[in-house]
Nanobody, 123 residues
Framework: QVQLVESGGGLVQAGGSLRLSCTAS????????MGWFRQALGKEREFVAA????????LYAASLKGRFTISKNSAKDTAYLQLNSLQPEDTAVYYC????????????????WGQGTQVTVSS
């Protein structure tokens, strides 16, 4: 089992930035990739970015690449998501997820999920 805890969400004005963190515990050695997803109110959960835990391969949602950056600190078992130039449409609950086998954008590829952290962007 892998437990994931997100932090760093909050209220920010349009144009601002936030850095989200996701700290893993438990059987972290079994992690192949970490991903970030988000879900806005009334909408389906969507892929944001993912990173391979060994190495530096990353994957981004095309519409978000350039504003959002995923990174990791393996020694701290923590993944990060830097959110820049935030807009009101980025308001959502952001979830991190861990996969034992794949680096991909589909939710079905991730076995473990955190509880989410709320990001609210005011206009």
């Amino acid at each position: 089992q892998v437990q994931l805890v997100e932090s760093g969400g909050g209220l920010v004005q349009a144009g601002g930035s936030l850095r989200l963190s996701c700290t893993a515990s438990g059987r972290t050695f079994s992690t192949y990739a970490m991903g970030w997803f988000r879900q806005a109110l009334g909408k389906e959960r969507e892929f944001v970015a993912a990173i391979r835990w060994s190495g530096s391969t990353t994957l981004y949602a095309a519409s978000l690449k350039g504003r959002f950056t995923i990174s990791k600190n393996s020694a701290k078992d923590t993944a990060y998501l830097q959110l820049n130039s935030l807009q009101p449409e980025d308001t959502a609950v952001y979830y991190c997820a861990a996969s034992r086998f794949v680096l991909e954008s589909r939710q079905s590829g991730y076995e473990y999920w955190g509880q989410g952290t709320q990001v609210t962007v005011s206009s």
